[in-house]
C-alpha cells in the first residue's frame, strides 16, 4: 500500500541540509552514494523506501557501480528519516524495523 504523507518545510529544510553534509562528506572521502528523500530502495520484494536520506558504500553496490535499475535493490549503511508531527510511533517502529531487518547499519 502506497502511503503519501506531506512534508513541511522544517522538515524539508532538515532532510537537504543533512543530505548536502553527508554527500559532501562521501564525495570527498570517496565512500560511496548518497541518495535524497525522492530516491527509492528496494529493501526486499515486498518493500521499497524512501528514506529522506540514504547512504550507500560503494562496496554494497554491484561490481562498485551505479546500477541500471530504475529502484536499486541495495540496502544502505545508512538510513535517515526526520520526523514530523505527522509520523507515529508505530509508522516509525515499522520503517526501522524494516531497515535493519533488511541489513542497514
Known amino acids: 500500500v502506497l502511503v503519501e504523507k ?3 518545510t522544517p522538515e524539508a ?3 537537504g541540509r543533512l543530505f ?3 554527500a559532501d562528506f562521501a564525495d570527498e572521502n570517496e565512500l560511496g552514494v548518497t ?3 525522492d530516491g527509492p530502495l528496494r529493501l526486499s520484494d515486498e518493500s521499497v ?3 529522506d536520506v540514504s547512504f550507500i558504500p560503494w562496496s554494497e553496490l554491484p561490481e562498485g557501480e551505479i546500477p541500471d535499475e530504475q529502484i ?3 540496502v544502505p549503511a545508512l538510513a535517515v528519516e ?3 508531527p505527522s509520523n507515529t510511533d508505530a509508522e516509525m517502529a515499522r520503517k526501522l524495523k524494516e531497515l535493519f531487518t533488511a541489513g542497514c547499519q
Request: a positive charge; proline letters at 14%.
Open 72 to 74: 536499486w535493490s541495495v
Open 82 to 84: 526526520v520526523l514530523s
Open 35 to 37: 541518495l535524497p528523500g
Open 6 to 8: 506531506p512534508v513541511g
Open 49 to 51: 523506501r524512501y528514506p
Open 20 to 22: 548536502r553534509l553527508i
Open 13 to 15: 529544510l532538515l532532510g
